[in-house]
C-alpha cells in the first residue's frame, strides 16, 4: 500500500486483507502491524484491541449497511418503501457475503468468540443491531401507514436480514456453488416480505 497512506488506513487495509486471508481468529495484531508496515504499538495508539479494529472493518471496509438503516430510520419518508427495502437489503446480502468468511473462523473458537461478544457488549455492537435498527425503521414506516398495524415488525426484520446472512454460506455446496445474483436476491426478498406486511391498497 501507498507509503504516504496515513498508519490508521494502513492498518484498517491490513487488517482487513489479514481477516479475510486467514479469518479473524488467526489474525492477530501482530501479524497486522507487520503487514500494515508500523508496531504493534502504533497499532494501539489507534485501536484498544483486535475487536475494535474489527468492528472499524466492518464499517469502513464493507458495505455500509448500518448508516443505510439509521438514515431510513430517522426519515422513513425518503423513498418508496419497496425502492427502501430493496436498498437494505442488496447492503445487507454484500455486507454478510463480506463479513462471514472473516468472522467465521470465530465460531470455531470458543473462548475467542464469548471475549469478542463481551466486548462488543460493552461497545454496544454486534450482530444483533442491525435487526433493531431495520426493526425501528419498519416501526416508523408501520406508524407512517406504509405497513400494516398489526404487523410484527421485528419478525420481519429478522426474516429479512437473515435471510440476506444465509444466502452468504448456503449455496457453497449447491451443484453450481454459485449465489444468487445480490440484485435479483434482493427483489425478490422484498417482494414476498412486501406481500406479507405492506399496506394492501397503500403506496409500496
Known amino acids: 500500500m501507498p507509503s504516504g497512506t496515513p498508519t490508521r488506513e494502513r492498518i484498517l487495509d491490513a487488517a482487513h486483507e489479514l481477516m479475510l486471508s486467514v479469518g479473524l481468529a488467526r489474525a492477530t495484531t501482530k501479524e497486522i502491524a507487520k503487514a500494515a508496515g508500523c508496531s504493534e504499538a502504533a497499532l494501539y495508539k489507534h485501536f484498544a484491541g483486535k475487536e475494535e479494529l474489527f468492528i472499524q472493518v466492518l464499517a469502513e471496509r464493507l458495505p455500509r449497511l448500518t448508516p443505510l438503516l439509521g438514515s431510513l430510520a430517522a426519515d422513513p419518508a425518503r423513498g418508496t418503501l419497496r425502492d427502501n427495502l430493496t436498498d437494505i437489503a442488496r447492503e445487507a446480502t454484500l455486507f454478510y457475503e463480506q463479513s462471514f468468511p472473516i468472522a467465521a473462523s ?42 400494516r398495524a398489526d404487523a ?53
Open 106 to 147: 470465530l465460531y470455531a473458537e470458543t473462548q475467542l468468540k464469548r471475549r469478542h461478544d463481551d466486548v462488543l457488549r460493552q461497545l454496544g455492537r454486534g450482530p444483533h443491531v442491525p435487526i433493531q435498527d431495520l426493526d425501528a425503521y419498519l416501526r416508523a414506516e408501520r406508524d407512517a401507514g406504509r405497513i
Open 152 to 204: 410484527d415488525t421485528f419478525a420481519a426484520a429478522s426474516l429479512l436480514l437473515g435471510a440476506c446472512a444465509q444466502r452468504a454460506f448456503a449455496y457453497d455446496a449447491a451443484p453450481d456453488g454459485d449465489r444468487p445474483p445480490a440484485d435479483a436476491f434482493a427483489r425478490r426478498l422484498v417482494t414476498t416480505l412486501l406481500a406479507a406486511i405492506s399496506v394492501a391498497d397503500g403506496p409500496s
